[in-house]
């Protein structure tokens, strides 16, 4: 698969989705429009009810769109879901996909089946995968045995027995312990540089995640995109300038003469007792906004002009967290569940989404 022979990964435009309720519809995506290029790290950010899970099961061939186009390396939702289903797949956070009674290696080579794959290329993929995602030990293990990161890592086995074009994950780390969340995003990225094109489309919830992850991220709330960028250009809508606190030994000078320097927005100062190696000294707290850090070296030049002496430098920058905030004015937990899911259950659909993958294999929503 080549990047430059391919069309976009995901191209829709104009999606809208409507779930029939009482005593009204609800409107879960409203014309939404958006591109992926092959080999990109995409995420969605939004609070539940955004309409994240909802576009997700409309690409995954889950759900039918209710109007509007959408398309997955060229080939139609709704037209074209079984050549979609071979080149996708999906893991979701807390999914219980499979038998508990069954072991690792039985219940990877169950869904090898599932996927089309002859014996012995299903074994072979299998061992090749339970090596990779680091269940060796656990290979003839119960599934019910497994912890919840090792079963996440099963998951993600599950996931990628078909090679997918591109994966979908939505919330993948959801419940998981620091160091197994680590070891899935390590796994993730491991598995998207090995070729080249392969395409990842994330939701998450954990900023950090996302911005560590991501090359663009949508915002997204009430079924409209609020935003697009890479985490770089989304925080600077938040915070153009640049800001610095300097700790200095002294500012004879005062701030004043700091302010005046070309490229400084502000300067102010809050003075505070230093420690040093068993002396006392005052130093002085300064606080400056640039108009781009490029300001920076003149400042720190003009500084020691004035007999200052720099102990301390740290830039304060936004966060994804910043961003969301300030786009879509709450934080995630200050809504419902995603519009049309119905309840927790739902974002168990791992087996469906699974199975998806083979022609056929999941009912498909009829268009409200």
Same mark, same amino acid.
């Given at each position: 698969?080549?990047?430059t022979? *391919?069309?976009a990964?995901?191209?829709?435009?104009?999606?809208r989705?409507?779930?029939k309720?009482?005593?009204?519809?609800?409107?879960?995506?409203?014309?939404? %429009?958006?591109d992926?290029?092959? =080999?990109?790290f995409?995420?969605l950010?939004?609070?539940?009810?955004?309409?994240?899970?909802?576009?997700?099961?409309?690409?995954?061939?889950?759900?039918?769109? *209710?109007?509007?186009?959408?398309?997955?390396?060229?080939?139609?939702v709704?037209? /074209?879901?079984?050549?979609?289903?071979?080149?996708?797949?999906?893991?979701?956070?807390?999914?219980?996909? =499979?038998?508990?009674?069954?072991?690792?290696?039985?219940?990877?080579w169950?869904?090898?089946?599932?996927y089309g794959?002859?014996?012995? /290329?299903?074994?072979?993929r299998?061992?090749?995968?339970?090596? !990779? @995602?680091?269940?060796?030990d656990?290979?003839r293990?119960?599934?019910?045995?497994l912890?919840?990161?090792?079963?996440?890592?099963? &998951?993600f !086995?599950?996931?990628?027995?078909?090679?997918?074009?591109?994966?979908?994950?939505?919330?993948?780390?959801?419940g998981?312990?620091?160091?197994?969340?680590?070891?899935?995003?390590?796994?993730?990225?491991?598995?998207?540089?090995?070729?080249?094109?392969?395409? @990842?489309?994330?939701?998450?919830?954990?900023?950090a995640?996302?911005?560590? #992850?991501?090359?663009?991220?949508?915002?997204?709330?009430?079924?409209?995109?609020?935003?697009?960028?890479?985490?770089?250009?989304?925080?600077?809508?938040?915070?153009?300038?640049s800001?610095?606190?300097?700790?200095?030994?002294?500012?004879?000078?005062?701030?004043? !003469?700091?302010?005046? #320097?070309?490229?400084v927005?502000?300067?102010? *100062?809050?003075? =505070?007792d230093?420690?040093?190696?068993?002396?006392?000294?005052?130093?002085v707290?300064? &606080?400056?906004?640039?108009?781009?850090?490029g300001?920076?070296?003149?400042?720190?030049? !003009?500084?020691?002009? #004035?007999?200052?002496?720099?102990?301390g430098?740290?830039?304060s920058?936004?966060?994804l967290? %910043?961003?969301?905030?300030?786009?879509?004015?709450?934080?995630f937990?200050?809504?419902?569940?995603?519009?049309?899911?119905?309840?927790?259950?739902?974002?168990?659909?791992g087996?469906?989404?699974?199975?998806?993958?083979?022609?056929e294999?999941?009912?498909?929503?009829?268009?409200?």
């Amino acid at each position: 698969m080549s990047a430059t022979t *391919t069309p976009a990964a995901i191209e829709t435009r104009s999606i809208r989705r409507v779930y029939k309720s009482k005593p009204q519809d609800v409107v879960a995506l409203h014309g939404v %429009d958006l591109d992926v290029a092959p =080999g990109e790290f995409f995420g969605l950010l939004g609070p539940n009810g955004a309409g994240k899970t909802t576009l997700i099961k409309i690409l995954t061939t889950l759900l039918l769109p *209710t109007a509007g186009t959408a398309h997955v390396f060229g080939f139609d939702v709704v037209d /074209e879901t079984k050549q979609i289903r071979r080149i996708m797949n999906m893991v979701t956070g807390g999914e219980q996909s =499979g038998y508990g009674m069954l072991q690792v290696r039985e219940q990877l080579w169950m869904f090898s089946q599932f996927y089309g794959l002859g014996a012995r /290329e299903g074994w072979r993929r299998v061992d090749e995968l339970v090596d !990779a @995602v680091g269940l060796t030990d656990q290979r003839r293990q119960k599934v019910s045995t497994l912890s919840t990161g090792q079963r996440q890592k099963l &998951n993600f !086995a599950r996931g990628l027995l078909n090679d997918p074009w591109i994966f979908f994950l939505d919330e993948p780390t959801l419940g998981l312990d620091v160091a197994a969340a680590r070891a899935v995003r390590e796994l993730v990225l491991e598995w998207k540089a090995a070729v080249q094109g392969r395409t @990842v489309l994330l939701t998450t919830h954990y900023m950090a995640e996302a911005d560590e #992850l991501c090359e663009r991220i949508a915002i997204v709330d009430h079924g409209r995109i609020l935003a697009i960028g890479s985490p770089t250009e989304l925080k600077h809508r938040v915070q153009a300038e640049s800001i610095f606190r300097l700790e200095l030994d002294r500012l004879d000078s005062g701030a004043g !003469a700091v302010a005046r #320097l070309p490229g400084v927005v502000s300067a102010t *100062t809050a003075s =505070g007792d230093g420690e040093g190696a068993g002396d006392e000294r005052q130093t002085v707290e300064l &606080n400056i906004v640039l108009r781009d850090d490029g300001a920076l070296g003149e400042v720190v030049s !003009a500084l020691g002009g #004035l007999g200052s002496h720099i102990l301390g430098l740290r830039k304060s920058e936004p966060t994804l967290e %910043d961003v969301f905030v300030e786009l879509v004015g709450r934080g995630f937990e200050e809504n419902g569940l995603e519009a049309g899911s119905g309840s927790q259950a739902d974002k168990r659909q791992g087996a469906s989404a699974a199975t998806a993958t083979q022609p056929e294999a999941a009912d498909r929503d009829e268009v409200a």
